[in-house]
Every structure is written in C-alpha cells, then in structure tokens.
C-alpha cells in the first residue's frame, strides 16, 4: 500500500508523486530501528500530507513562477520544474524542523504534551481535514485548474472557486474519477465482507495504479482526451542536502503544528496496537523516533510522516508483527524507485484522486460521533464541534491553535462549575451520599456534611465559599446583623434594669418603712442577677440547666451577654428566636482536592473565621497526604484552627461530633 498511497498522498502536499516514494522509503528504515511499536506502519498520511500542502502553496504559489512576459494565467506557462523543485525544499525544510521539535520534546521526557489533544479535539481535527483533503482532489475529479486560497476561510473561497469553474468540467476526467471510486469502493465492501475467508485484504489500489497506467499508455488518453497524468518519474535516488535555515523562520509555527498533530496519530495508534498485543510503547521513546524520521528524511527530500491506519491494520492482519514487515515494504519501494517507476508516468490523477477519496471513509465516520457524544457528554460534543469548524474556518495551523486553546478553555470552564452537594447518611452504614441523588440518605440533625466535585483552586475558591452558605443554608451575614441588634436590645434592657434598680434602691433609702432592707440581702441579689439573664431560679438559686458552656459561649466584653445567648435566647411571650442556627457543625469533604493553592488554603481559614462567629464547628475530613502538606506548610493550623479538626474519614468526623455534643470535654477518644 506504500506505493499507492506514497503516490497519491504526495499530491495533497502539492509535491510531484516521486516524493511520496522517497517519503515512504527512509522515514519507513530508520523506525524500523528507532520505533517502539511493532505494528504501526510509518509513512505518508493524508492529514500530514494535506498539512505540508497548504504551506508548500503559501510560500510557492503558481503566480510566483510564471514565464516572463506571460499574459495569461495558464498551466501551460508556469515554470513546473522550478515550482516542484522549490516546493520539495519547502516541504523538506518543515519535515526536518518538525523532527527536530519532536526530538528536543522527546529529550526532556515531554511526550505528555499530547495529553492536551484529548480524543474529540483529534478525531474533529481529522474529520476536518478530512474535508480539505477531498476538497484538495475535487479538481483532479473534475479535471479542474482552481486558483487555491490560503489564510481562514481559504475552505470557503476554494470551494467557491470550484463551483464557479464546474462549467469547464472535462468529461473523461469525470468517468475516470466514477469508474476509478466504483470499482475501489466495491472491492473494499467485498474484501471486509470476506475478511474472514480472505489469506489477505485485496490490493485494490495497487491493482487500480497498475490498470489505470496501462489502459491509459495503450489506448492513448492522455492525448487524444486530455487527460491529466502524473508526467515523468525521474529514476534514482536524490543525494541527501541539508534544509535551508533561511526558511525556518517562515515555517516554525506550521513545523510546531505537524509536530505535534503527527505525534498525537502515531502514539495514539501504536498504544491502541500495544494494548491489544500486550506490550508497551514508550511515549518519549516514540516521539524521538518519529523526529529521526522525520529530521533524517528531511535531509533525503521527504515530508512529514506519521502512522497510518489503514497500512497499520493492513500489516497486522498479514501477519506482520514487527517492523519487519516495515523493511520489506522499504525493499519494494526502492526497486519501484531505481527500476520501474517510470513505468507510472502515464498514470492518471484521477485515479490517484480515486484512492485518495477510498481512504478518507475511516474519516468521514467520524461524524457518527456527533449523537452519541450529544447524548452522553454534551462539553465533548462542543469541544468536537469548536475544532471541526476552526480546521474548516481557520485552516488547518491557525484551527489546531484555536482549537487546543478552546479546549483548555471549556475545561476551566468546568472546574470553574463543580457540582456542589450537601451528604447524607445512609441509614446503619457509614456510608455519606448526595442527600438530591439517593431517597435512602438522610442528612444528621445539626451537621452539614457539604463536598465538591472538583478541585479548589484560584478559580472556584470564591464560589466554593458562596455554594457552602447557600447549601447549608446558614446566611451568615444575617446572623452577625441579628447578632448585634440583640446585643444593643440586651444592652438597653440592662440599662434599663439597672436604672430602674437604682431608684428601687434610692426609694426604699428614702422611705424604709414596714421593715424593708437598705441594703440587698443574698435572695435579693440572686434575684437581680435572674433579672438580668433572663432566667428563673428556684428557692432563691440559679437552675443548672440554664448554666452556659464556657467552651462554647462567645461572650462579650461590654455585655456580658454569650453568643448563644443572643442566638438561642427566647423572647419574652416565649416563642424561639428567629434568629437560631440550628447547625452546629460543618464538616468539608475535601477527598476530590488534589492540590491547595493560596486562594484555596485563604478560603478556608474564612470559613474557619466566619462559622465561629456564629458558634458553628468546621472540620476537614477526606484530605490527601499532599494537601495536608501544603497545609501545614501555609501555617494553616493554629490555635484558632487545631489540627484537631481533622479527619481521615466523614464518618469519623460525625462520630466525634455526635460524641463531643453528648459528653461534652469529657467525650471519649
């Protein structure tokens, strides 16, 4: 399939047949060394090839190599030759770049840099060059010569060049074209239907180079139809040269492009092999494999290469379980190439074009992925669709950009949205789930167990602070306004008390008649002070269960009127407050964190700070040993927030609660 393909898919990067032999010829020996796959099968690819195309032709366009003194705008009356051999230098100079890349990155172990393409970002990628390929063999179908735009929306002004010159289509290109994908894509159907029975799949495409060339150099088509063919074939290998540095700068960023993208096929390719044949590819290992090929096939007039599909299965289903199999299908490329390539000069494009089309059929079943992405995850659906339409919009460099940038984008998006939830237990288990999820969970009277799905970090920290007051519904600013109204409603009814003692006091001096006392007496005292809290006492002593926790009141200097006084007090016709928190614990299931950053750990200590004010406990529970390191190294605990509040689980969280609020300090261990 090297011959064919190599054939044709040198023609969607713009460069003459030959160079997809010599593409298909040295990357292909030098993986067979360096390569840690055994069943991928390197070589030319459409969407690598379409890629070096769209440069080739942005820095050596027709217009630039027209015959002096030219008035037309005629194939016929461009300088071929010189436009082919600059072009090659071109495509050679961005194959040599682009190795390079690959193997500084391979160097310093950066294969991950593949892990931002996630698998809807690269199969939409594909699909839409997928789209510029069949667009880039439309005028080999119709037997056209359009003008091809570069730069976004090139798709477009293509397309709309192509529909303006379908009147000029050349009939005997057209049945070429028909005849060529009939028999190509019936052969494909029958040799799938009967691959089971088949030693090996059918070689159509070489079968149709083969027939197309000879009927084509026997029955004189190319003459007496115009039919457009490939042309002359030099024979003999070209003597490597080194790429020009003076391009370099022109191409960095399409070289940086096909770098990647090349990578991202072939190491997605050889570990889906590797996993289905039990052995390992190596991620950097392959990445400095494929930058050899590439940066020594550059200096032999080769474009970029990656793994193909459809070669790769090919291989594995003939048997070829190493790189083997690569060496041999490198041997009949040579001969093709020293001996019988001339043999091919009659050969039409059409056909060649034909292949092309046949192949694209993985490509374009990429588009079922659409439904089913829609249904079962709606931001991979988004991420699919923002790269399709860039590649087609924005060509295929800028599209990739945009589309790796979209992508990173819609993920913060994502971790800017977590799901926020309050737990509740499941009864006789220690099992917490969401209490909106699960009928069966029931949520602990005065805990409120509140987890996020995702990371905190300086994008959500804020949020994460807002969702926990709304979920738990304890609106603290309201609270620390009641708070203070009742401390001046209790400090202006002892004031008033207090007065109203005094000229008690002064009229009782005055007139000390029927045997009161001038001075208060112990039961009089106890009396006052029942007075002033807001209790009774029974035979003249304070009742012990309206004593305060000292632990746990927030007193108050100037008052000396608790928090929880304030909180819980009732009214003086003996209704509750409707300023009481009934929670009074909180605990943070922090097992989805895996990392703290500075907005993080500052936005815990706020909710350490605020719930105190309001006399509500907050604990950590579920923290990974590398978040209590960052932690500790933040100096997040302190006396204010003791180590103490931490927990390995919830449901040892809520135990010690239930157990500190029934005994109090004396709750055991």
Known sequence: MHLPQGMA????????PVYGLYTSLFPVLVYCIFGSSKHVSIGTFAVASVMVGSVTERLA???????????????????????????????????????????????????????????????????????HVCLSQ????????????????????????????????????????????????????????????????????????VIGTMITHFSGLADSHDIDVVGEIPSGLMPPRAPDLSLFSEVIGDAIALAIVCYAISISLGKTFGLKHGYKVGSNQ??????????????????????????????????????????????????????????????????????VFVNLKGMFKQFFDLPKLWKTNKTEFLVWMLTFMSTILLNLDLGLAVSVMGAMLIFIFRTQMPRYSILGQ?????????????????????????????????TNAEMYLGALKEKSGIQIEELLKAKKSEEKKMKR????????????????????????????????????????????????????????????????????????????????????????????????????TSFMDTAAIKTLEITFVDFAKINVDVYLVGCQACVVEQLEAAGFFS???PKTRLFVSIHDAVVHILDLKQWGKNAPP
């Open 9 to 16: 898919y040198a023609m969607l990067a713009s460069l003459p």
């Open 61 to 131: 366009p027709d217009s630039d190599f027209l015959y002096a003194g030219n008035v037309t705008n005629g194939t016929g009356h461009i300088n071929i030759v010189e436009r082919d051999a600059y072009r090659a230098k071109i495509a050679s100079c961005v194959a040599f770049l682009s190795g390079l890349i690959q193997i500084l990155l391979g160097v310093v172990k950066s294969g991950f840099v593949v892990n931002y393409l996630s698998e809807p970002l690269i199969r939409g990628y594909t699909t839409g060059s997928a789209c």
């Open 138 to 209: 439309i005028k080999y179908i119709f037997g056209l010569n359009p003008a091809r735009a570069n730069g976004p929306l090139s798709f477009i002004y293509t397309f709309l060049n192509i529909c303006w010159l379908l009147p000029q289509t050349k009939v005997p290109e057209v049945v070429v074209s028909v005849l060529s994908l009939t028999v190509l894509i019936v052969v494909k159907e029958l040799s799938a239907c009967y691959a089971h029975k088949l030693p090996m799949p059918i070689p159509i495409e070489l079968f149709m180079i």
């Open 286 to 355: 392959e990445m400095i494999a494929l930058g050899l090929c590439n940066m020594i096939g550059g200096c032999f007039q080769c474009y970029s290469v990656t793994s193909s599909l459809s070669r790769s299965l090919v291989q594995e289903s003939t048997g070829g379980n190493t790189q083997v199999a690569g060496l041999v299908s490198s041997v009949i490329v040579l001969v093709t190439i020293l001996k019988i390539g001339s043999l091919f000069e009659n050969l039409p494009k059409a056909v060649l074009a034909a292949v």
């Open 426 to 458: 499941v009864k006789n288990t220690g099992l917490y789930v969401d209490v909106d999820l699960y009928k069966e969970a029931r949520e602990i009277p005065g805990i409120k167990i509140f987890r996020s799905s995702m990371t905190i970090y300086y």
């Open 493 to 592: 009814l002892q004031e008033k008390r207090k007065k109203k003692a005094k000229k008690d006091a002064k009229k009782l001096t005055k007139n000390p008649s029927n045997g009161a006392l001038t001075k208060k007496d112990p039961v009089s005292l106890d009396m006052d002070r029942d007075s002033a809290t807001g209790h009774k006492s029974e035979n003249g002593h304070v009742n012990p269960a309206f004593q305060h926790d000292a632990v746990a009141s927030d007193s108050d200097s100037n008052t000396g009127v608790s928090s929880n006084q304030i909180l819980e007090r009732q009214s003086e016709d003996g209704e509750d407050s409707i300023y009481k928190c009934d929670t009074h614990s909180i605990i943070l299931d922090l097992s989805t």
């Open 639 to 641: 006396e204010t927030i």
